[in-house]
């Protein structure tokens, strides 16, 4: 009875780690956001420079911090592993954090969240493509609710005209396409070379080949104590630290449950932007961001359902 209770204690305190863990880490995604935000407004940084510092940064650390554990040159031994890492690193990577930041520049960090957080739905669709399968009665509420989100959002909810420019609607949904691709692409990668190994490639491979376009040493902004704070905030926290907190997260949370947690990433990107930088979202935003996660919590739990009768290699495979 008392081993019971000891061993129930523990998985407690186990489970109560990993919430915390997860929180963390969509919080500081949420709030690095935010605070690129800031950068961009308030000290005349531009998207191009923050992405290249941020992937080659965060990329060369992740990769030193994987070294301890594994051979991260492994990687780069088959040539279908090479192409695979080059195409995670421009088109997935890259594409995912410039686009990201673009649509923040366009816009706010709140809304490009926002509209970044579509990208499941996109890949739902991806697959029901590929697998040629109609969608399920959650899936098809999943849609309609990320259509509904994404018009009140960029709208106000008034047919007649956007809140937004159409730059900041072109990158926010290219930004949620990135992440389908993000999400999709390097899953083989993932399973036999583990997250910190590709990713850290990814974003080395990303950054270097934003240094054709915008090269690192050719700084654009005002470098100064808050925003030299502001930068080393985007690049530790908002990017090593949240990664790693996510990664050790699922050491004690089922997928779907860090899914459902990581909601907490574009709320606060909204809250934050709202009190901090004095962003405008009304009652039709905050009524779109519902509508927004509400389809991430729905698919979430349609991923789990099909968790129960698939293997897990082939869960992998069709739910990324």
Known sequence: MIRKVVREMNMNQSRMKGIFLVLLGAILWGVSGTVAQYLFEQQAFNAEW??????????VLLLLFARRRQNIWA?????????????????????????????????????????????????????????????????????????????????HGQFTSLSISG??????????????????????????????????WGMVIGGIGMSVVHQPWNVVGNLN??????????????????????????????PTETSLLACAEPLSAAVLAVVWLNVSFG?????????????????????????????ESQVKEEVG
């Open 167 to 200: 730059w900041a609607l072109f990158w926010g949904l290219a930004s949620a396409v990135a992440l389908a691709f993000y999400t999709l692409q390097p899953i083989k990668l993932l399973n036999e070379f583990g997250s910190a190994v590709v990713v850290g």
């Open 50 to 59: 923050l992405t290249v510092i941020r992937l080659l940064s965060a990329g």
């Open 225 to 254: 104590p808050l925003s030299i704070a502001a930068l080393l905030f985007v690049v530790l926290f908002g990017t090593l630290i949240a990664f790693y907190s996510y990664l050790e997260s699922l050491k004690y949370l089922k």
């Open 75 to 155: 990687i780069w031994q088959r040539r279908g592993n090479r192409i695979s890492v080059v195409l995670f690193g421009i088109f997935g990577m890259l594409a995912v954090q410039y686009t990201y930041f673009a649509a923040i520049a366009a816009s706010n960090a709140a809304t490009a969240t926002l509209l970044q957080y579509t990208g499941p739905v996109m890949i739902a669709l991806y697959l029901l493509i590929r697998f040629k399968t109609w969608p399920s009665m959650q899936q098809v509420v999943a849609i309609i609710l990320a259509l509904l989100g994404t018009f009140l959002l960029v709208t």
């Open 283 to 311: 009652g039709a935003e905050w009524l779109g961001a519902s509508c927004i996660i509400a389809t991430i919590v729905i698919l979430s739990r349609v991923k789990e359902k099909k968790s129960h009768g698939l293997g």
